[in-house]
């Protein structure tokens, strides 16, 4: 049996599905991030785990007790918020004491939990420090330690990093996931930021329209994507519409040129499909003659410079792609070049297209064309 | 080197000015209150001994000051736990609490107390014929805006939700965080609305003097009447208190400033 469970939660505000039959089975120990782009209801399914909202329907468990109706203060859960929430007028030391001096610990318990867990988040020397005198990073450790001082059932973070700088960022979320492994504690973890969920995650959960998307490990949702939106959200994806033409060598046609997709083999003639490929597989190369099998044939619209790599725009004859290549092989495809886009055909993932609009999804980044 | 900072003339003469202002009629007060009782020349301490020596000034300033501590102990048990939850659960009751806030200040006091004389006629004789029931219950209503908009400007300044919700994760319920979280946290606010209600209740005369109460204004007028002298040592008395009072308030909120930092720290 599954440690928490979150079972057909819905939400509603007025005529806004915040949630719509979200199901989450998480055992314990493990970490489970929900990202999604914003309001796409993952705050609001953390908010009802913590129990600052009652769900419309449905039922959260933990360890096989049903709390969805118990009050926050009985609920043992560990928050982690988003703004800065130490309480100003206590010290560090304070703060992750308050949890403890409510359970009624002993002051020696107290002071002995405190001393630990300040060591544990790297603060032990900040202990006599108000809020205000401490870092946004620095705050966030002392948030994490005072959530952790009660020994919580299930820890619950809320894009807890979210207000930080960058290298600040990488280096905490780090230390939460040493923390959580550490301790062992079964963590809820929201954020919009996919590389922050893939990198510490046992679990992604993608969620989009109140809905989750797709569930799993972060490999499988980085090279397994099971809807568009998953494919974009995670990663850039290039997303072509194409028609099956012989689904017995898994030929597709994609802006008049065939292309040869192992995912498309078994298809029926006709079937539309969208062919997914992720920019770092797409192979290119200066273009001489009528170009190979697999490809498209294109100029060189953009260049990105993204540190390790350069991320090209190729456009040609209806067709557009985007393809990752070194910095050093993008310098010898400049704007304006004439190039083969070479497909993989193994490495293409293969989703049945259907009807309706497409969801709105993030930006790429803006090119800065040379 | 630091380059020496300069005051511009005529900002010194307009600080001049302003302190001229405030200054010139209390040092002309005091003055006053040196003169002679029987000859009417500087200088003699004579007002302050009438003043210090007369059981009224004692009695009234006890009874306005245990009205004032009434005043300001009915009025944060009621508008700190209302406002907490306005800023809470109900952010939409907030202009309308602000708009009945102002009635206080349209509606003149002789207005209200004859009001409230009326509303309040047949209540028991321990609560009409007392200051410390029907003269508080007045003072509650006239410090209401006081009281209100310091506070409201205290639970702006902190990130109510997030603290609220912090304490409760932690296990806290609703009077550990109001009382331990929340209301450390608007302490300032709390100061200042306190004692602008102090400085109220020690200054105010219609509602005392109309529903026929000894209070400290009266015995202030009473003076004013028959010693002129006393009266203005009297003024110069109640501007110290006033001024102890709201120096008390500075001191409290610098400490806490050095001790804690800024209430605002923790803002979403």
């Known amino acids: 049996m599954a ?25 314990q120990g493990e970490f489970l991030s929900l990202l999604g782009p914003s309001g796409c209801g993952k705050t609001t399914a953390l908010r009802l785990v913590a129990g600052f909202d009652r769900p419309d329907a449905g039922a959260i468990v933990v ?37 403890l001096k409510v359970r ?40 994490l330690a005072r959530a952790l001082a009660i020994e919580p059932r299930v820890l619950l973070l809320d894009e807890p990093l979210s207000a930080l700088d960058a290298k600040v960022r990488v280096q905490l979320r780090e230390e939460i996931r040493r923390i959580q492994l550490e301790l062992g504690i079964t963590t809820l973890y929201v954020t919009h930021d996919q590389e922050e969920a893939l990198s510490i995650s046992d679990h992604v959960a993608v969620m989009y329209g109140g809905k989750i998307e797709q569930m799993g490990s972060p490999a499988e949702m980085y090279s397994m994507p099971a809807t568009p939106f998953v494919a974009e959200f995670i990663g850039t994806m290039n997303r072509l519409d194409s028609t099956v033409l012989d689904g017995g060598n898994g030929a597709v046609e994609h802006a008049g040129v ?44 953009t260049q990105t410079f993204l540190g390790p790599v350069t991320r090209l725009k190729v456009v040609g004859g209806g067709a557009s792609l985007i393809a990752d290549v070194s910095t050093a092989k993008a310098a010898t495809l400049p704007v304006g070049m004439r190039v083969v886009a070479r497909l993989p055909a193994e490495g293409a993932r293969l989703l049945e297209l259907k009807d309706g609009p497409r969801p709105e999804l993030h930006e790429e980044p803006a090119p800065a064309g040379r | 080197m630091r380059p020496k900072r300069r005051i511009a003339l005529s900002a010194a003469v307009w600080l001049v000015l302003g302190v001229a202002y405030f200054l ?28 210090l020596h007369n059981g009224d000034f004692w009695h ?74 029907f003269l508080a219950a007045g003072y509650v209503i006239l410090a209401f805006p006081y009281m209100f908009f310091s506070l409201d400007a205290g639970f702006r300044s902190i990130d109510v939700h997030t603290l609220t919700e912090a304490s409760q994760s932690l296990g806290a319920r609703w009077p550990t965080t109001l009382f331990k979280v929340i ?76 001790g804690s930092g800024s209430v605002i720290a923790g803002v979403r």
């Open chain 1, 3 to 27: 440690y928490l469970e979150l079972q057909n939660l819905h939400r509603d505000f007025g005529t806004v599905k915040a949630l719509d039959g979200i199901e989450i089975r998480l055992d």
């Open chain 2, 183 to 258: 209301l450390p946290n608007i302490r300032t606010a709390a100061l200042a609305g306190s004692f602008l209600a102090l400085a109220i209740v020690l200054g105010e005369f219609t509602i005392a003097n109309l529903a026929q109460f000894h209070t400290f204004p009266i015995f202030l007028e009473y003076v004013n009447e028959t010693q002129p002298y006393g009266a203005a040592a009297l003024t110069g008395i109640s501007f110290a208190i006033t001024w102890a009072a709201m120096l008390s308030l500075l001191f409290i909120g610098r400490k806490r400033a050095a």
């Open chain 1, 104 to 143: 009624g610990k002993s002051k020696t318990d107290r002071r002995t939990r405190v001393g630990e867990l300040l060591e544990l988040v790297g603060l032990g020397h900040a202990g006599d420090r108000y809020p205000h005198q401490l870092s946004g990073g620095m705050q966030q450790r002392v948030a």
């Open chain 2, 24 to 51: 010139i009629p209390l040092l002309a007060t005091f003055l006053f209150s040196l003169r002679s009782i029987q000859t009417g020349k500087c200088c003699s301490l004579a007002a302050y001994h009438f003043v």
């Open chain 2, 60 to 133: 009234t300033l006890k009874v306005s000051f245990l009205l004032a501590l009434e005043t300001i102990a009915i009025s944060l048990l009621l508008f700190v736990p209302s406002i907490y939850l306005v800023h809470l659960k109900l952010p939409r009751l907030r202009p309308v609490i602000a708009f009945f806030a102002l009635i206080p200040f349209v509606v003149p006091p002789i207005v209200l107390v004859v009001g409230l004389l009326n509303i309040y006629r047949g209540t028991p004789s321990w609560f009409y014929d007392k200051p410390s029931g």
């Open chain 1, 258 to 301: 065939t292309l040869t997709v192992e995912a498309a083999r078994g298809r029926a003639r006709g079937d539309r499909v969208l062919i997914l490929v992720r920019p770092e597989t797409v192979d290119l190369a200066p273009a001489n003659g009528d170009g190979a099998a697999n490809s498209f044939i294109g100029e060189v619209i």
């Open chain 1, 63 to 99: 360890d096989g007790k049903d709390i969805t109706g118990v009050s926050p203060s009985k609920r043992d859960m560990g928050m982690v918020f988003q703004a800065y929430s130490l309480f100003p007028n206590m010290t560090a030391q304070q703060n992750v004491e308050f949890g």
